[in-house]
């Protein structure tokens, strides 16, 4: 991730200039899952709690084993579910950064001045806050998370192996 992101210009991101990114994975507490956008230091980081990345390669491991899943994609028992798990790992997790990603480009996040043991999160513990703007943040983060994703898998480099894993030429 760190080197996808460390590819990334300004041309990528509609010519915003941001600071440089940093991508890491948070061990928490009380297996919170979720992911986190924010500027300190000069740079923008994007985290993933561990939680997080546990319940996206469980459900990726459901997904891969489902008969239905496997049916609708036209996948036979040819298919290695295993390299299917992880393909479906890796569109989930580029989903995850593309969304924090789309947050710093897009201009969601601000450098925050954070306490040593602070983390900045989009959501805070209080299932009442939010509003119309941080929704429509989450909505637009959602929709170039997911044209990045997509264009990436149809048409981009990841099509020939995502097509192979599938048993597909």
């Known amino acids: 991730m760190n080197e996808a992101l460390r590819l990334e210009g300004p041309n990528a991101s509609g010519g915003i200039e941001h600071p440089p990114f940093h991508f890491d994975f948070v061990d928490v507490k009380h297996g919170i899952q979720n992911a986190h956008a924010f500027q300190y230091a000069g740079l923008s980081f994007i985290a993933v709690t561990l939680p997080m990345v546990?319940?996206?390669?469980?459900?990726?491991?459901?997904?891969?084993?489902?008969?239905?899943?496997?049916?609708?994609?036209?996948?036979?028992?040819?298919?290695?579910?295993?390299?299917?798990?992880?393909?479906?790992?890796?569109?989930?997790?580029?989903?995850?950064?593309?969304?924090?990603?789309?947050?710093?480009?897009?201009?969601?996040?601000?450098?925050?001045?954070?306490?040593?043991?602070?983390?900045?999160?989009?959501?805070?513990?209080?299932?009442?806050?939010?509003?119309?703007?941080?929704?429509?943040?989450?909505?637009?983060?959602?929709?170039?998370?997911?044209?990045?994703?997509?264009a990436h898998l149809l048409s981009g480099e990841r099509r020939n192996t995502a097509l192979a894993l599938c048993g597909r030429a």
């Not at 609708?72 to 393909?87: I, T």
């Not at 509003?131 to 983060?141: F, R, V």
């Open 54 to 150: 546990k319940l996206i390669w469980d459900v990726s491991h459901r997904l891969s084993r489902s008969r239905l899943i496997l049916e609708l994609l036209r996948l036979g028992p040819e298919v290695n579910r295993d390299a299917f798990q992880g393909l479906l790992f890796q569109i989930q997790m580029n989903f995850l950064v593309s969304h924090e990603y789309t947050h710093h480009i897009h201009g969601h996040v601000l450098e925050h001045t954070l306490g040593e043991t602070e983390v900045w999160s989009e959501f805070s513990n209080q299932t009442t806050s939010g509003n119309l703007q941080s929704q429509a943040q989450e909505l637009d983060a959602d929709g170039y998370a997911e044209f990045l994703v997509l």
